[in-house]
């Protein structure tokens, strides 16, 4: 299975779509990741960032057990949904249990459990249901969620069924979402995805995404939106206590952002904004997806999109 190298016809307007609006607005801390997030906090980060003119946003059943679909649908429906471009994802069903799935990190997790499933049956259903509980009529885009082990049921059962439904117009485009850029170029040299979310592998210090999945993705003109900026917070605040992919910070990683905060303090630029604006610099990155829990981190990442970072600064940061 190889895919053309030409992008489809609707790939192009779909991309001019992506790009409206400083950046996209993920949703998982907006469901209790970590730690619980009150409904009007919610609320109000929502519409922060829609009065900022964000107009992407992403979603997942995983993300607190679907309560990040509700709250986004909830507030969509004060707005014109024209305006907006949602995503969610496939590859996880959830599934009534005795309690929380406290293993997945949500504070705010119903009495479900997410069940792995890439088959064609369970894509269906997946979205189906994603779709009551948000109450939308649609999703634009729709991602194969986090396929690492599964990838024979995912290019066999998954993609087929989601192209499916693009030829449908149920949706508007397909992708892939993952933690990893390998398989995720793999996606694109074999199927005719429109887009990829690649999380925490394009950022200031990991950049192992520029190795094949970005070239791939602009040869085939699939979309690139680049999450996970802060690689789980330590570009965002290199601390003592900082956390690089959702771990403690390894000591030679924590010294490295140590090293790239100094090099910015000299050049009057936090490392937050560098952080955030290094993965818009590629040809290949359509947008990026910035997560928030209050309209105050809202307002606070549209402010390091603001901040001026001067062209010297990112030669002295790769050095780094």
Known sequence: MTAPDSPG???KPFVEALRRGPFGLGTAPLAGLYDAVPPEQARAALRAAWDGGVRYYDTAPHYGAGLA???LGEFLRTVPRAEAVVSTKVGRLLVRADGPDEAAGFADDAPLRRVIDFSADGVRRSLDESLRRSG??????????DPDDHWEQAVGQAY???ARLRDEGVVRAIGVGMNQAEMLARFVRETDIDAVLVAGR???LDQRADEDLLPACLRRGVAVIAGGVFNSGILADPGPDAHYDYQPAP???LARALAMQAECQSFGV????AAVQFPRRHPAVTTVLVGARSAEEVDQDLALLDTPVPDELWPRLAER
Request: proline share 10%; charged share 20%.
């Open 251 to 253: 000591a030679p990683i």
């Open 160 to 162: 087929p069924a989601l």
């Open 9 to 11: 016809a609707s790939t």
């Open 69 to 71: 679909e509700r709250r």
């Open 136 to 145: 939308l009529d649609r999703f634009d885009l729709v991602f194969i969620h």
């Open 202 to 204: 394009y950022t200031l």
């Open 270 to 273: 936090t490392l937050p904004a």
